[in-house]
């Protein structure tokens, strides 16, 4: 999709109206009142944003669960639903610009990342499960000859899906599209400072064939509307992205409730190894700036601890420092700008926070560490360069989710893997080498859920996204993410 600054700046100049909960396919307000959505490009009130009681959840699971259980949806003959996320997806692209400036406006990501990242990604994702619904088999069981074993899957019934506010779009339809394809109904809690462009695909499933009833919308605090449709006893199965502070929670309400499944896709802190011997060093200092700049660092697989050889240590550093300090960093509604708003002040403030730990512990900023921009009333950051850090600091243990890439030499293949492995997280790696023994050697030793090789951050659909250790557990995309929205059913007829 070719767009102009101007149709961008056309859309981004349209008021928005005010988010509202989307119950049985009604718009409704929340009994719970409202919050202000203040944009992170300027700091000023964008709209506001319904928040769901504890009665509106209830209202909006046990809408889910009528839906699921008179069949509307989850009888629905496959081709059906099929054609229906099909039309899903194309209603997608035609309102690709508008999803894509909505969210950028709520939550500050760069709009050229965004295009691609939200409506682009949730088109593709939609598309991807509509075409899976009529391709999963069932399966017929090696048993003795006297026995028919035939497995089922079936849906799990009412799905509740919590999101994070760094790509809403994307992440929630990595929720939606596999459950609804599976034939369940979705009750889905966006995160408070990245609701709308979500609401407005909720509108666009209506619109789309979806029945009223079968995608719910539920907006709000965590703390209120989140531990509600966790505590739910109407859901079946809890999605989850976020932070694992969350995560825990999320735990602990399903064992004090019903005991639904829960699946976490938490945060990560994730090791970049650059060795001497990568091909094209150069290559790999922007890709690595890449890797943990982009989008303000607020991404789950930001290449957030880079471990270099110590041969090259200040060379490397050196032209990354160079690379970082050409990005440009501003209002993320400019096609040029390459790091974007920080989504909130409070996100703002726990960045510097980092920044000035790392400094008391001994580390050297080399570029960054600042405040940027404060006379737009927005949130900015420099994107920032710590050296020196090492694996006691609070920088190399915990997770920033903000521009601040934390640097740290090592001797020899050995000591690289046990820094990388020395994380309480295990999402996502990089291994920049041209030798093929020792790229195959690091894949296998490096505890994440993807390792990447000479470049970062490749996203397809067709592969799964699974953290391990405190990073989650259960898959995102390809087909394996079915496993999460469909139960087992064994039917064992003797014969
Ligand atoms: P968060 O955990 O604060 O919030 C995520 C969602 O949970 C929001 O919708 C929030 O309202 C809700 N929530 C908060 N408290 C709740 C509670 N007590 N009960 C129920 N719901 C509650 O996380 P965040 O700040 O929005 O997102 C950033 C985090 O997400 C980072 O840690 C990042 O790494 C992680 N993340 C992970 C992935 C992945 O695929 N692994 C992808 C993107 C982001």
Request: proline letters at 5%; charged letters at 20%.
């Amino acid at each position: 999709m070719a767009l102009d600054q101007a149709t961008i700046d056309q859309l981004a100049a349209s008021p928005v109206g005010p988010g509202k909960l989307l119950i049985d396919g009604e718009s409704l307000d929340g009994a719970g009142g409202t919050s202000a959505v203040l944009s992170p490009i300027d700091g000023r009130q964008l709209t506001t944003l319904a928040s769901a009681s504890p009665a509106d959840v209830a209202r909006a699971c046990a809408s889910a669960r009528a839906a699921f259980e008179d069949g509307r949806w989850s009888r629905m003959a496959p081709a059906g639903r099929k054609a229906v996320l099909h039309r899903l997806a194309d209603l997608i692209d035609k309102h690709a610009a508008e999803l894509a400036v909505l969210g950028v406006r709520d939550n500050g990501t760069e709009i050229s990342m965004a295009l691609k990242a939200e409506p682009g990604s949730a088109a593709g994702t939609f598309r991807y499960y509509a075409e899976a619904i009529d391709k999963v088999y069932g399966e017929v069981a090696p048993t003795p000859s006297n026995v028919l074993a035939l497995v089922h899957r079936e849906p799990v019934g009412v799905v509740g899906a919590i999101v994070p506010w760094n790509f809403p779009l994307m992440i929630g339809s990595w929720k939606i599209a596999p459950a609804l394809a599976m034939g369940n109904s979705v009750v889905l809690k966006p995160a408070e400072t990245a609701s709308l462009s979500l609401l407005r695909l909720a509108g666009l499933a209506l619109e789309a064939g979806i029945p009223p009833g079968v995608f719910n919308v539920v907006t709000g605090p965590g703390r209120v509307t989140g531990e509600a449709l966790a505590l739910s006893p109407d859901v079946d199965v809890l999605v989850f992205t976020g932070s694992g502070a969350t995560g825990r929670r999320l735990l602990q309400y399903s064992a004090q409730s019903n005991l639904k499944r829960c699946y976490l896709e938490l945060g990560g802190k994730s090791p970049n190894v650059v060795f001497a011997d990568a091909p094209d060093l150069c290559a790999a200092a922007k890709a690595a700036a890449n890797a943990i700049f982009r989008n303000a660092g607020q991404v789950c697989v930001a290449g957030s601890r880079l471990l270099v050889e110590a041969s090259i240590h200040d060379a490397f550093v050196a032209e990354l420092a160079e690379a970082t300090r050409k990005m440009t960093v501003g209002n993320p509604l400019q096609f040029e700008t390459q790091v974007g708003a920080v989504n909130s002040l409070v996100q703002l403030e726990g960045n510097l926070g980092f920044v000035a730990d790392a400094t008391r512990e001994g580390g050297k900023i080399v570029t960054g560490g600042k405040r940027a921009l404060e006379e737009t009333g927005g949130w900015y950051m420099e994107p920032t360069i710590v050296t020196g850090v090492r694996p006691e600091h609070r920088l190399f243990r915990e997770e920033v989710f903000g521009p601040v890439l934390a640097v740290t030499s090592f001797s020899d293949e050995a000591e690289a893997l046990r820094l990388a492995n020395a994380s309480d997280f295990g999402l996502a790696a990089g291994v920049w080498t041209a030798n093929l023994s020792r790229a195959h050697r690091m894949i296998r030793g490096i505890r994440a859920g993807v390792v990447h090789v000479n470049t970062y951050g490749g996203v397809d659909v067709t592969v799964p996204l699974a953290g391990t250790k405190q990073s989650g557990n259960g898959a995102d995309k390809s087909l394996h993410a079915l496993e999460k929205y469909t139960d087992l059913k064994t039917a064992w007829i003797q014969l």
